[in-house]
């Protein structure tokens, strides 16, 4: 009888482990580096802030549109969206509110800050100052104001108003390339407005 010839199962040898292994790593350089997990983010934050501005001006368009002797604001002051304690105009940081009506973060001598616990209200007592709780006719739109996704430092939501005419403007800066002034989205120098730095929506953005 002939004898059986057993087959050996031959394995990877080291050296293609290795191979394999670069391979792999340089391929997971790459993804990361075409995909940029942190730019990602920031557009989806900056994402998240162009929804919440498309929201809060429909929903001022309806408060306006609802009742009979509507309140946006004090005329051409403008009303941040940073949350805080204080009560002190120095208190709200580097960006104060402003009466200067240019939403440009220079600080001004007098200011409203709002308290964490009302800073969201939508009774008039919140960085937007409108009522929009006072609607009767099919209540408020909104059941708190929106905040900036991180609200800190250079982000955050500002709020403009003149009582003359009625008319409104919000602002914020993007973070992401993509929607940044010369990026593929870029919305803060094609919105009309007149900063081309931020986003601004409203009835009236050249305010």
Do not use: H
């Amino acid at each position: 009888m002939k004898g059986k010839k057993i087959k050996s199962k031959k394995g990877f040898t080291l050296i293609e482990l290795l191979v394999v292994i670069a391979i792999i790593a340089i391929l997971s350089v790459v993804v990361i580096l075409t995909l940029n997990p942190a730019e990602l983010l920031r557009q989806s934050r900056d994402s998240n802030r162009i929804s919440d501005f498309s929201v809060m001006k429909s929903a001022v368009a309806f408060y306006l549109a609802s009742v009979s002797t509507p309140v946006i604001g004090t005329s051409t002051w403008c009303y941040q969206g940073i949350a805080t304690a204080s009560s002190s105009a120095n208190g709200c940081g580097s960006y104060f509110l402003q009466a200067s009506g240019t939403l440009a973060g220079a600080a001004c001598t007098s200011a409203t800050c709002f308290a964490t616990s009302t800073s969201r209200a939508i009774d008039g007592t919140g960085w937007i100052p409108i009522p929009f709780s006072t609607i009767t006719a099919g209540g408020s739109p909104i059941s708190q104001l929106p905040i900036d996704p991180t609200n800190s430092g250079n982000n955050f939501y500002a709020y403009e108003a003149s009582s003359t005419g009625l008319v409104f403007k919000m602002a914020t800066q993007m973070e992401s390339q993509k929607y940044s002034a010369s990026g593929t989205n870029d919305v803060v120098s094609t919105d009309g407005g007149i900063n081309n730095n931020m986003y601004e929506q409203g009835s009236n953005v050249k305010m």
